[in-house]
């Protein structure tokens, strides 16, 4: 064994000559350190301080296939029957026991402790050698681990994801209620779109061609009048990026709300005394057919019947002719207005006295 030992010892010396021969304002990454022809890639890379190279400690102690034990500051490894021990900032080593010096105590450099690479490969049986030519250190030993797999390309970055495109100021407006069954149908769109690309669908069925499209916004005026319920627009495209468009909303179309038809009679007064010829008159919905019967009781219509129109404001006046009853002191008028849309109608009956 101590044969064994002076023989690394003496080739230690000649790579020692070889290494300290690297030019002084060399960079450490210039250097190429091979383990039985296959490159050694570590992270981070060797030093090169004082004519010689460091290494990160682990890296180049489990790559020539030795444990390593690091506690502080002390560095133990051992391989096989041999063990090596260092100390963080000391020029104090040994091997298998035995006491070595080194031209340069390890360090640490941010997390990261660097070992001398000369003393460490030979201290574990490895002949090392060095072509200053091409300024490649390389290692042979036996039991060594495999070579580490270069490190992947990192890949390219993601793109950045495409903004979709939205619609805005839609009209009707979504959850809109709306009576004007020949509402403009339109929106803008958030982002320029393709014009070509762009597809309408209104419940369904496709109206793009009956559309007026630009790259900032559509619009569609319906032909016929919209049913009446709910309806869904639906609008799908690309933008000059080709980012997607699909979005849709819906509104409601209602029917007009039926007016509540009033009757208001100015002439004559409840219980006013009238002769067998007077003017009924009042006022309601506007164009409202209004119709006045009169009888001798409220169920006696026979001895008046006449129609007319409320005015463009609802008022009306009509004159009443009976034709009376001997002894008859009392008349009964019925007055009924008819909305002509609706056909919604109210009706007001009035008792007068009967002056004969």
């Known amino acids: 064994m101590f044969a064994s030992f002076a023989r690394s010892l003496a080739a230690g010396t000649v790579v020692a000559l070889a290494l300290t021969s690297f030019p002084p304002v060399a960079r450490a990454q210039e250097v190429t350190i091979r383990i039985n022809g296959q490159a050694l890639y570590l992270n981070p890379g060797p030093i090169e301080r004082a004519g010689r190279v460091f290494v990160p400690l682990r890296g180049i102690f489990e ?61 574990l049986g490895a002949d090392v050698g060095y072509d200053s030519s091409t300024r490649v250190v390389a290692i042979a030993v036996s039991g060594a681990l495999p ?11 993601n793109p950045p994801p495409m903004r979709a495109v939205n619609l805005q100021a839609q009209q009707p407006a979504p959850g809109a209620e709306i009576r004007d069954r020949f509402r403009l149908i339109a929106a803008e769109f958030t982002r320029s779109v ?44 690309r933008a000059r990026d080709g980012a997607p468009l699909d979005r849709s909303w819906s509104f409601r179309v209602v029917r007009e709300a039926t007016p509540v038809i009033q009757l208001t009679i100015y002439q004559p007064p409840a219980n006013a005394p009238v002769g067998r010829t007077f003017t009924v008159s009042g006022n309601t919905l506007p164009n ?21 129109v409320a005015g463009a404001k609802g008022n009306f006046k009509l004159t ?24 919604q109608s109210t009706e ?3 008792r007068l006295r009967l002056n004969q």
Request: with cysteine; net charge positive.
């Open 194 to 237: 393709q014009p070509g690309s762009v597809r309408v669908w209104l419940d369904g069925n496709n109206i793009t061609s009956r559309c007026g499209i630009s790259s900032t916004a559509f619009s569609y005026k319906p032909p016929a009048p919209l049913d009446y319920g709910s309806h869904t627009v639906q609008v799908i495209g």
């Open 63 to 123: 790559r020539l296939g030795a444990t390593v034990v690091y506690a502080a500051g002390t560095i133990n490894a051992t391989k096989a029957s041999t063990t090596v021990s260092l100390h963080i900032g000391n020029t104090q080593a040994t091997v298998n026991g035995q006491p070595q010096m080194l031209d340069v105590a390890p360090f640490i450099v941010g997390a990261t402790t660097y070992v001398p690479l000369r003393f460490i490969a030979q201290s």
């Open 320 to 343: 009443v002719t009976l034709n009376t009853l001997i002894g008859q002191q009392a008349v009964t008028v019925r007055i009924k207005a008819t909305d002509p849309v609706s056909s």
């Open 348 to 350: 007001t009956i009035l």
């Open 147 to 157: 070579p580490r797999p270069p490190p992947p390309p990192m890949p390219p970055p």
């Open 288 to 308: 409202a057919n209004v119709m006045v019967t009169a009888g001798a009781s409220p169920s006696s219509s026979g001895q008046f019947s006449g129609s007319t």
